[in-house]
């Protein structure tokens, strides 16, 4: 908006920039939309293990008063059967209510994890994130996420290769780890089969982490817009893969504030090679750290 005045100062008329407030209004309708789909997005992934927790408790609970368990026990009291002639059974009855506790198990893990996305995400935007920079071995901290990840990937036919460099970093373990484990999840959850590999190297003033897939690939015009809050690429394999879009917009964040980065750098049916880079720990850190303790 502008004023134009006489040359008294008397006010003569207002010029309001249409455009302008009409890209505001897209602006905002935008937002909004986007809103919308994250909530959308939002309570179908909360949903969904808590459907598989509801679902499994209550066949446990069931299982507990089940006739067959508690003719089983009963039997074994009165010695009207023989513990080897029932044993077979018994165990599978345990097996049976051990694989349900694993399900419950991991879709609360899932539904803590999507909690803790939310709340991480609400701390960046507020700038209250904590950081805890400190000296930490490079190799153990990405080998701590590529052990759990080994399982996962193994589970999906995936073969997971990761290449470890020794050095000293100077970054916050947790938060570190955390952008890994979104990296190599991606990977894992995006790839059909094939190949993840992890690969350190370092020069002197950082180390280089690369995840590279044989997935799907992200084409050039999302490769930006994956790093947004909510973007997912709207594709079936993305939806069917789940997750709420807030992941790589975490890591980058999360990256930036150990003055480290993520990148990425894919072609569509060719796979993609997301990049952590992250500081190495030197001499000078070290004597500010010493003359900090001294203090
Ligand atoms: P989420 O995984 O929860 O959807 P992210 O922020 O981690 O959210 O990723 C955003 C989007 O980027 C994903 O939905 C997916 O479309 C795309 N993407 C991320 N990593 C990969 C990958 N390794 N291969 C293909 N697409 C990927």
């Known amino acids: 908006v502008s004023e134009s005045r006489s040359e008294d100062g008397m006010l003569v008329g207002i010029r309001v920039d249409v455009t302008a ?10 937002a909004n939309k986007a809103k919308t ?6 309570s179908h992934e909360l949903r969904t ?3 598989v927790i509801l679902g499994y408790s209550g066949l446990g609970m069931k299982f507990a008063e089940s006739s067959k368990a508690r003719q089983l026990v009963t039997a074994l009291k009165r010695n009207e059967i023989v513990w080897r002639q029932s044993g077979d059974q018994v165990e599978g009855l345990f ?7 694993m399900r419950i198990d991991q879709s609360g893990r899932h539904l803590l994890f999507l909690i803790n996305e939310m709340l991480d995400f609400s ?4 700038g209250t994130l904590a950081m805890d920079l400190e000296a930490c071995d490079g ?5 701590t996420v590529t052990d759990q990840m080994e399982s996962v990937a193994a589970q999906k036919g995936i073969d997971l290769q990761v290449q470890l460099a020794d050095c000293t970093l100077l970054a916050d373990t947790h938060r570190s780890q955390q952008i890994l484990f979104n990296l190599v999840g991606n990977a894992v959850k995006f790839s059909e089969s094939g190949v993840v590999s992890v690969v350190m190297t370092t020069t ?3 180390v280089d982490i690369a995840v590279t897939d044989d997935g799907p690939g992200i084409a050039s015009n999302e490769l930006d817009r994956i790093f947004e809050p909510f973007h997912q690429v709207d594709s079936t394999a993305t939806r069917k893969a789940g997750g709420t879009g807030l992941g790589l917009s975490i890591a980058k964040e999360l990256a930036s504030l150990q003055d480290g980065s993520v990148s990425v750098v894919s072609k ?5 090679t997301f990049l952590l880079r992250l500081p190495l720990f030197t001499a000078e850190d070290d004597s500010a750290t010493a003359s900090m303790e001294l203090e």
Request: glycine content about 4%; aromatic content about 2%.
């Open 49 to 51: 293990p808590l459907t």
């Open 139 to 143: 190799a153990r901290m990405v080998s």
């Open 21 to 30: 407030v009409k890209q505001a209004q897209e602006a905002a309708e935008s």
């Open 268 to 272: 569509l049916g060719q796979g993609s």
């Open 95 to 101: 097996d049976d209510v051990a694989a349900r506790m």
């Open 123 to 126: 701390k960046l935007s507020s």
């Open 37 to 42: 789909d994250f909530m959308n997005v939002l």
């Open 204 to 206: 002197d003033s950082h």
